[in-house]
């Protein structure tokens, strides 16, 4: 065994974890950064990227299958999954490399094996080997991140039923697949096998899709996935599943409304769980919940001192980019600077289905539920020139404003888009939302024509009382 000293002590090596290392390190500090499995973690492995690129796939395919609305002739298009994960692969392993790359410029020393909390800010890194190093910093950062959440009875073997970690490695597209949960993921993964050509249905036990997103977009979504043929079962639950009789493979899901769906494959897609299992934590002071979470306070510091943790690891919204945000809060609050706390009530959220989905600030529920009038206004991609000439006119924007005591519309509280390229238009909106921008502020500034963009501005100007074209 050996002592390293080091001004932080990183255990995690996906985008919260090493996007703290990478600060740390631009900003002259000694790190170490240990990682169980592979550099860039859940999100660049098992998540984010190599989900994207099948979306991405998907949505080549779906293109070359509509060729023919824009005068291209495209005869019998066929999906080769393996050529698709192939390039799913290289471009994992490329990002990989790349991270290596950037911590080894910025001086981070890397370490692998499993890293748990001992006393007096150490941390001991178990190696494949059994061999265990010893670390001591002057400050911890806990990142080791999630694993897919498991429904009882749907225990994954990778042929009949699957989490995000195996569905990602596919080699065939299935006949049919039920989606268990419409969340994010389990939109996601519905879209893609639907433009692949299964026959897919989700199952969400809430009373609609993406239960988190504004109503009027998860109903917009849902009238897109029904003109896709996705058939969506709400506010029901998922109980079992037993063996298909006629067919070698194949499972029944049985469902507590007594209903049954029949399918090739099974998707379990309900959220992520913490891994603070495997940390060490039991004999600190560090506090974690009964679901797993580690306990923070707003600049994400633990019940020990000097130890943080940040992103899956704690409760707040469970992606790379806040992961990102905290990580570099924390190291900004470590370098005894002005650190300011995320408000996690307006961060950006971007959901890769077909339409996309993206929205920041209040919904107009959560509005109302906060003490505020206000006002709403809603136009569609229908009478978009450019989503017409991308034949990509399912979806709406949706703005949320405060409604000031005059009637007039003040400040924007949240804004909300289903359609194309939702996650390429939604940073115009963060930034209103988050510089508490008011209707009138926004509605005075120019939008390129034609675009999908200037819906946005389009939405906004109605709430002036005076439009173009609404």
């Known amino acids: 065994m050996s002592d390293l000293n080091f001004d932080l002590v990183v255990i995690g090596a996906g985008p919260a974890g090493y996007g703290a290392a990478l600060y740390a390190g631009g900003a002259g500090l000694q790190v170490a950064i240990i990682e169980r499995e592979d550099l860039g973690g859940t ?64 001086n981070v020393q890397i370490f692998s094996g499993t890293g748990r909390v001992g006393h007096g800010k150490t941390v001991s890194v178990e190696a494949e080997d059994g061999s265990i190093r010893v670390l001591r910093g002057n400050a911890i950062l806990l990142a080791a991140g999630s694993v897919p959440r498991n429904i009882v009875g749907f225990e994954p073997d990778g042929i009949r039923v699957m989490t995000s970690n195996e569905v990602l490695d596919i080699s065939e597209v299935p006949v049919d697949v039920v989606v268990l949960g419409g969340g994010a993921i389990g939109c996601e993964f519905a879209s893609m096998f639907s433009d692949l050509g299964a026959a897919v249905t989700i199952v969400e036990h809430e009373g ?111 992606l790379a980019h806040v992961g990102f945000a905290e990580a570099m809060m924390v190291v900004t609050h470590l370098l005894g600077e002005v650190a300011v706390p995320i408000d996690y009530a307006n961060v950006p959220w971007a959901i890769y289905c077909h339409p996309e989905v993206a929205f920041a600030g209040l919904t107009e529920t959560q509005a109302k539920e906060q003490g505020y009038q206000v006002t709403v206004s809603k136009h ?91």
């Not at 896709?228 to 029901?236: A, D, F, H, M």
């Not at 037993?242 to 998707?267: F, K, M, N, Q, Y």
């Not at 600049?299 to 919204?317: H, K, R, V, W």
């Not at 502020?441 to 173009?468: K, M, Y």
């Open 380 to 470: 569609r991609y229908n009478a978009n020139s450019r989503a017409m000439i991308l034949n990509e006119t399912e979806g709406l924007v949706k703005v949320v404003a405060e409604k000031l005591p005059g009637g007039e519309a003040g400040r924007i509280l949240g804004v909300h888009i289903v359609g194309p390229w939702a996650t390429e238009q939604i940073g115009q909106g963060y930034l209103a939302v988050n510089w508490e921008a008011t209707v009138s502020d926004v509605a005075s500034l120019v939008q390129p024509h034609p675009t999908l963009s200037e819906l946005f501005g389009e939405t906004v100007l109605d709430l002036t009382g005076r439009s173009l074209h609404g």
């Open 43 to 106: 999100c660049l492995h098992r998540g984010c990227v190599p989900a994207k690129a099948l979306l991405e796939t998907a949505a080549v395919y779906r293109t070359v299958q509509n060729a023919k609305k824009f005068g291209i002739s495209a005869s019998d298009p066929k999906v080769d999954l393996s050529v698709a994960q192939g390039r799913k692969q290289s471009l994992v392993d490329g990002l990989a490399k790349g991270v290596e790359q950037l911590l080894k410029k910025r």
């Open 208 to 318: 609609s899709i993406l239960p988190s997103a504004d109503i009027d977009v998860s109903k917009a979504l849902l009238r897109a996935f029904k003109k896709k043929n996705i058939k969506v079962k709400t506010g029901v639950r998922a109980t079992g599943h037993s063996p298909r009789t006629d067919t070698v493979s194949g499972s029944i899901v049985h469902l507590d409304d007594g209903s049954a769906l029949e399918t090739e494959l099974i998707v379990v897609s309900v959220g992520r769980s913490p891994r603070s299992d495997l940390l060490g934590l039991d004999g600190t002071s560090v506090s974690v919940d009964g679901r797993g979470f580690v306990q923070v306070d707003a600049l994400c510091q633990t019940t020990s001192e000097g130890i943080y943790a940040i992103g899956d690891l704690i409760d707040t919204p469970q």
